[in-house]
């Protein structure tokens, strides 16, 4: 679905984020090589493979900002 997107928009996957609460979301996102952000919900550390880790969805938006692009 990503790619599809990536394609039909022209979305520059390399510049994208991929943002979710679970392992498929983080593994979707690194195989069309997006960064990616787990939302922990205040769970604390994860093995999940992910770049960054976020306690809420808003804490996710504030680093997205932050990291840019």
Known sequence: MLLQ?????NIDLSRSW???DGWRDMEAGKA???KT???T???GETT???DYTAESLAAAVRLVLEMGS
Do not use: N
């Open 37 to 39: 952000v787990l939302i």
């Open 48 to 50: 999940m493979d992910c």
């Open 41 to 43: 919900a205040g769970e």
């Open 32 to 34: 069309a090589g997006c």
């Open 5 to 9: 997107a990536a394609r039909d928009y």
């Open 18 to 20: 991929m943002v979710g």
